[in-house]
């Protein structure tokens, strides 16, 4: 059980170029709107045709530019499960899931999509048509229309963005069951950074048709490794910088200097995440001591749910862009003051390309 | 009634591939298909006159592999009505498959689903509104036609006249009576037509709110 793909596209101004293998399990394709995503899932489906590559799944070749095999969506055995579930309007869940099963007569179709339906606690649905029926078991008849038909790799083109936050969650918790039993190679698409983290175990990052990071989620999230990367894994501090030194940079957008750990070749930029900017007692005792210790201007807060965010800039200089530090709201409320002393620890910057 | 059911399949098939096709031959295809629409009755009644009289073209052919002619028979009505009334059911039937969401397509295709399976259940019902309107405005239009059919099946009672064609004969000849006798089953016919399918949506409607 293995997916190949290695393909090129080229829409006016934009180019898709991706190439990745992965073996059963999960793999997350992690990118903002527009990078390319449902392009590479629809090239692999037979939707779209690549301008050039291969696409081989399970030792079969389901398009090769240079042999000329382009196998038909039909005989590709891929389950795609669109953004908005595209089930058929004018027929009942329980037609729209037969429809999924590929062979038996009727009696034997009907009997293999109420077993599915059982399974994935549609019951009572049967009947209605999609429009009826509410976002979650809209979601799972499709999933259910997908599964009866025994496909090889499953799709899943931004699978919760249609449904509502609180619903979220638990649908959630059931798809990650059920594709635990699929077991064989599943493909996520996502822009939402939590939902990839708590789904899968590899991740890859996408951005601008091209695929820039892979690997296991931790890695990713802790060295995302371009600066693309960490604005998708949630770092909301980076900044432009520049080689001092081997150990030293300077990061533009704050206008401070900054020691770091080794710099990477192409490096472009500095990131930290907001609860990695360690506050330092602010009466300044410490300051000298601390590495990468700045004296900041409080310039603004913003409150959020359970917490604040501070936005920061280093004292004397006027930059751009601000440093949002994550505080509780208790901790916040004793403090408020008009200067802060942050540090930030050299081991928790991320040193971008 | 026929020509309705001929330009059904013609029009469907048309704005299919034509809704598919790129788009400078698109507009080209788009105008000729459309000009009967536009061009007044007489003019294509000319044009299809020229086309399949005995001395034309096709005309010819037909005389000479049949061995009869096509004007002035009953089905050279039914031919010339489709003539006029095509773009009609075209220009609708391709609106309806434009706003088509085509992740219904991609979907069906890759859950194994033939394309005509496609395209007969999925297709069609997802646009039988418009493609509904279009048969109601052809066959509206079918039932009106009169400067076309004139012009080249004539009018020869029980044989060749169609109601509108009657209507005018009949006033001509002084005989009132007998013309609104027509003009009133013209009109029972439209609104039986139109009362048919005001019901059938209706129906459709609840349907899908009590399933």
Request: proline share 4%.
């Amino acid at each position: 059980m293995a997916l190949s793909v290695d393909i090129q596209k080229r829409l006016g101004n934009f180019e898709l170029q991706v190439k990745f293998e992965t073996a059963e399990g999960m793999l997350a394709i992690l990118g903002a709107s527009g990078c390319g995503k449902s392009m590479t899932l629809k090239c692999i489906a037979g939707i779209e045709t690549p301008d050039r590559g291969r696409v081989v799944l399970d030792d079969v070749v389901l398009f090769d530019s240079e042999k000329h095999i382009n196998l038909k969506p039909q005989n590709r055995k891929v389950g795609y499960q669109f953004q908005q579930y595209a089930l058929f309007p004018n027929m009942t869940a329980l037609q729209n899931v037969m429809c999924g099963v590929r062979e038996g007569n009727r009696q034997e179709k009907r009997q293999k999509a109420l077993a599915i339906i059982d399974r994935l606690h549609l019951n009572g649905c049967e009947n209605k048509k999609p429009s009826m029926l509410s976002g979650g078991q809209q979601q799972r008849c499709a999933l259910a229309r997908i599964l009866v038909n025994e496909p090889q790799v499953l799709l899943l083109d931004e699978p919760f963005s249609a449904l509502d936050a609180h619903l979220r969650f638990h649908t959630e918790r059931q798809v990650e069951n059920i594709i635990n039993d699929f077991g064989k190679t599943v493909l996520f698409v996502s822009h939402d950074r939590d939902e990839v983290f708590r789904l899968t175990d590899k991740i890859a990052v996408m951005e601008n048709g091209h695929l820039k990071t892979m690997g296991e989620k931790h890695e990713v999230f802790k060295d995302p490794s371009t600066i693309g990367g960490a604005i998708l894994t949630g770092c909301k501090n980076i900044s432009d910088a520049e080689i001092l030194s081997p150990n030293r940079v300077f990061a533009k957008d704050w206008g401070i200097e900054l020691s770091v750990g080794e710099i990477p070749e192409d490096f472009r930029g500095v990131g930290i995440r907001m609860h990695d900017v360690k506050l330092l007692r602010h009466n300044g005792d410490h300051q000298a001591s601390a590495e990468n210790a700045f004296h900041c201007k409080v310039i603004g807060e913003i409150e959020n749910p359970f917490s604040c965010s501070i936005m920061l800039r280093p004292d004397g200089k006027e930059g751009e862009r601000y440093i949002l530090v994550d505080l509780n709201k208790e901790r916040w409320n004793e403090i408020r003051s008009e200067y802060l002393d942050v540090c930030l620890p050299s081991e928790k910057i991320l040193l971008l390309k | 009634m026929i020509s309705t059911v001929v330009v059904f399949f013609l029009g469907l098939f048309f704005a299919y591939y034509i809704a598919k096709v790129p788009r400078v031959l698109k507009g080209i295809l788009d105008v000729i298909l459309t000009l009967p629409l536009v061009l007044p009755p007489t003019v294509v009644g000319y044009l299809v006159l020229r086309l399949v009289g005995p001395r034309r073209v096709l005309g010819k052919f037909f005389l000479a592999a049949f061995g009869f002619t096509i004007p002035m028979t009953w089905w050279s009505a039914i031919i010339v009505t489709v003539v006029v009334i095509f773009p009609l059911m075209y220009r609708t039937a391709r609106g309806a498959f434009e706003s088509f969401d085509n992740t219904l397509m991609y979907s069906g295709q890759t859950l194994g689903l033939s394309n005509s399976f496609i395209f007969w259940r999925i297709r069609l019902p997802y646009c039988k509104q418009g493609i509904i309107a279009g048969c109601v405005l052809a066959f509206a239009r079918a039932l009106g036609e009169y400067g076309a059919t004139s012009m080249i099946a004539g009018y020869i009672p029980g044989h060749t006249a169609t109601i509108s064609t009657t209507v005018y004969a009949l006033w001509k000849n002084n005989q009132d009576a007998e013309a609104f006798k027509w003009v009133l089953i013209n009109i029972a016919i439209s609104a039986i037509v139109l009362l048919a399918v005001n019901l059938l949506e209706r129906r459709e409607k609840q349907k899908g709110v009590t399933a």
